[in-house]
């Protein structure tokens, strides 16, 4: 067995395809396909296609590639039986490494099939009953230094979670209310996608501590307090996190987040 063909295969033997063979199957049904009929179209032996969905075989990734031309089907689907990538935390976690949260290691962290726009995955991350800490308090660093749409992340804030909106509000105000008073680290390249979106999220703010309240409300910060979040962190603590990413990001990396033109702001 050659080098090439045993890393495709270690590859597709990792956790991200490890239900390939169940999704294969449910696919296949859903077309009213046989396992022959499959196999046809995709140049394959029906033996094989019957190897691949009981997992006794694992498919080469040209072969993937074949079957999800036959399904017309994205690549993802192998991987969770989605079209798109999940919300879980794990499966936004390579996402928010490659938007600046560079020590965002997530031992069960899945690779997904492909990027989502920025403001989707913006708008998940900060969705649900407790958000991930290190991600909330990395999130004014991430809307500071992205490009993103102002049109687009009020669409996402307010499909998953209501909350998503006034939450991404005050920790754009946050990075603000720091750029402002000390200059943000590494400058603030959104400023005014900021100020728009903290104009129209505003009006959204209630009470809300993300689930990790502060002790004595006495310590937030202004800017918190105008929002009514009782998140425990002051703006040390944002600045501080935002310090730490920075040196990261300064060092060399395979991976940038491409800029997007100047006229979508």
Same mark, same amino acid.
Request: charge should be positive.
């Given at each position: 067995?050659?080098?090439?063909?045993?890393?495709?295969?270690?590859?597709?033997?990792?956790?991200?395809?490890?239900?390939?063979?169940?999704?294969?199957?449910?696919?296949?049904?859903?077309?009213?396909?046989?396992?022959?009929?499959?196999?046809?179209?995709?140049?394959?032996?029906?033996?094989?296609?019957?190897?691949?969905?009981?997992?006794?075989?694992q498919?080469?990734?040209?072969?993937?590639?074949?079957?999800? &031309?036959? =399904? +017309?089907?994205?690549?993802? *689907?192998? @991987?969770?039986?989605?079209?798109?990538?999940?919300?879980?935390? #794990?499966?936004?976690?390579?996402e928010?490494?490659?938007?600046?949260?560079?020590?965002?290691?997530?031992?069960?962290?899945?690779?997904?099939?492909?990027?989502?726009?920025?403001?989707?995955?913006l708008?998940?991350?900060?969705?649900?009953?407790?958000?991930?800490?290190?991600?909330?308090?990395?999130?004014p660093?991430?809307?500071?230094?992205?490009?993103?749409?102002?049109?687009?992340?009020?669409?996402?804030?307010?499909?998953?979670?209501?909350?998503?909106?006034?939450?991404?509000?005050?920790?754009?105000?946050?990075?603000?209310?720091?750029?402002?008073?000390?200059?943000?680290?590494?400058?603030?390249?959104?400023? &005014?996608? =900021? +100020?728009?979106?903290?104009? *129209?999220? @505003?009006?959204?703010a209630?009470?809300?501590?993300?689930?990790? #309240?502060?002790?004595?409300?006495?310590?937030?910060?202004?800017?918190?307090?105008?929002?009514?979040?009782?998140?425990?962190?002051?703006?040390?603590?944002?600045?501080?996190?935002?310090?730490?990413?920075?040196?990261?990001?300064?060092?060399?990396?395979?991976?940038?987040?491409?800029?997007?033109?100047?006229?979508?702001?």
């Open positions: 067995m050659s080098s090439t063909h045993e890393a495709m295969t270690d590859a597709f033997s990792r956790a991200e395809f490890s239900e390939l063979g169940r999704w294969l199957m449910v696919a296949r049904r859903r077309r009213g396909l046989t396992q022959r009929q499959l196999a046809d179209r995709c140049g394959l032996d029906q033996t094989a296609v019957s190897r691949m969905e009981s997992g006794v075989k498919p080469s990734l040209a072969q993937v590639a074949k079957l999800a &031309r036959a =399904l +017309e089907l994205p690549l993802q *689907w192998f @991987m969770n039986g989605q079209e798109a990538p999940g919300a879980r935390f #794990p499966e936004l976690a390579v928010l490494r490659h938007l600046g949260i560079a020590d965002l290691f997530v031992p069960d962290a899945v690779v997904p099939g492909a990027f989502r726009p920025v403001e989707q995955v708008a998940l991350a900060v969705s649900g009953d407790s958000p991930e800490p290190r991600v909330v308090e990395a999130m660093a991430v809307l500071a230094w992205n490009s993103w749409r102002v049109p687009l992340l009020r669409a996402y804030s307010t499909v998953h979670d209501s909350r998503a909106a006034p939450r991404l509000g005050w920790l754009a105000d946050v990075a603000l209310t720091i750029h402002r008073s000390q200059v943000f680290p590494g400058g603030c390249h959104a400023q &005014r996608r =900021l +100020e728009q979106f903290v104009k *129209w999220s @505003m009006p959204r209630g009470e809300d501590s993300l689930g990790h #309240p502060a002790e004595d409300g006495r310590t937030l910060p202004p800017v918190s307090k105008r929002w009514k979040v009782t998140y425990a962190a002051d703006l040390a603590t944002f600045r501080r996190r935002a310090e730490q990413l920075w040196a990261l990001r300064e060092q060399p990396s395979p991976v940038r987040t491409p800029p997007r033109p100047s006229g979508h702001e």
